[in-house]
C-alpha cells in the first residue's frame, strides 16, 4: 500500500518530466482530433472505409492461402502512402493551413498587404445593391496576401480601377465577360471571366449553385474574400477562409468589406444581449445560402 502510495504521489508531483508528458499527450490528442474531423467531415470517410477493406483481404487472403492476391495486395501496399497522399490531397491541405490559423503564424506574408480605400468598398457596395436589386449574378473575388496571378491569368485583362459602372457593365447579361469572376487587386479590377476552383465541401446542400461554390473554392485554397450576388433569388452572399453567408443588405456587405479590407470596424452601442461586445457570426459552408 505504501508502495502504491508512493507511485501515485510521483506521478502527480510536477516535475518537468511530467510536464513533458502531459503535453505530448495533448499534442496526440489534438492530433487525432483533427484526424477524425477531417475523416468525419468529407469525402475520407469513404476512403478509411476502402483502407479498413484493404486490409481485411490482405489478411484473410494470407490465412485463406490465397497466394497470388496475397502477393498482388502485399507489393500494393508499397504505394499506399503515396496514393494516400494523392487521395487525401485536399484534405491533407485544409488540415494544414487550419494549423497557420491557430494565430502561431500570420495569415498572410508581411510586406504583401494591399491597401483598399473607402472608394473601393462604397463603388462595390453600390455595384452589388444594383446587380442584387436586378437580380444580376456576380462574382467578385477580392485579393488579399496570396496572389491570384494564375487565377487573373484564365481571364480576360482588364487593369481598371473600381467602380460600380464597371462591375454593371462587367456581370451585364450581354457581355461576353459577364459568366465568370472578377478579379480585384488593390483598388484594381484586374481581370474578368476568370474560372475558379469549385469547392467540393460535401456539408454545402445541394441548392447552392456553381457560382456560389466556386467563390467557396477559392477562399478555401486562397485567403481571398468573394461576394456573390444570386441570379435566382437576387441575394448577397459573402465567402471567406472556406465559410458561407448570406447578408442581410448591402449595409452589412460594407461593414464586412470594411472590416476585412481595411481592418476598419464600427463601433456598435451595448446591448443587453451583446454585453457591450460585438462579434461576428459565420455561417458553416453547409448553410442553405443560393
Known sequence: MDDLLRRLAELFTPTLENLIQLVDILLVAYLVYRLLSLIRSTRAWRIL????????????????????????????????????????????????EGFARLGLWPDRPIGTDRSTDARTVEETVAAVSEMAAGRIGALIVFERGVQLGD????????????????????????????DGAAVVRGDRIV????????????????NVHMRHRAGVG???????IVVIVSEERGTI????????RRLRDHVELRELLNADLRNVRREEPPTANSNGRRGRHRRRSGSPTP
Do not use: M
Request: glycine share 6%; net charge negative; charged share 15%.
Open 191 to 206: 481581370a474578368a471571366a476568370c474560372r475558379l476552383p469549385l469547392s467540393e465541401n460535401p456539408l454545402l446542400e445541394s
Open 151 to 178: 487565377i487573373s491569368a484564365n481571364g480576360v485583362e482588364l487593369n481598371a480601377g473600381v467602380s460600380a459602372a464597371l462591375f454593371g457593365a462587367v456581370f451585364y447579361h450581354g457581355n461576353p465577360l459577364h
Open 49 to 96: 472505409g476502402g483502407i479498413v477493406i484493404f486490409v481485411a483481404a490482405l489478411f484473410l487472403s494470407d490465412i485463406l492461402r490465397l497466394h497470388t492476391l496475397h502477393w498482388l495486395l502485399d507489393k500494393a501496399t508499397l504505394l499506399a502512402p503515396v496514393a494516400l497522399v494523392l487521395l487525401l490531397l485536399p484534405e491533407l491541405r485544409q488540415t494544414l
Open 218 to 224: 477559392i477562399t478555401e485554397q486562397t485567403d481571398a
Open 237 to 244: 452572399s459573402y465567402a471567406v477562409d472556406g465559410e458561407l
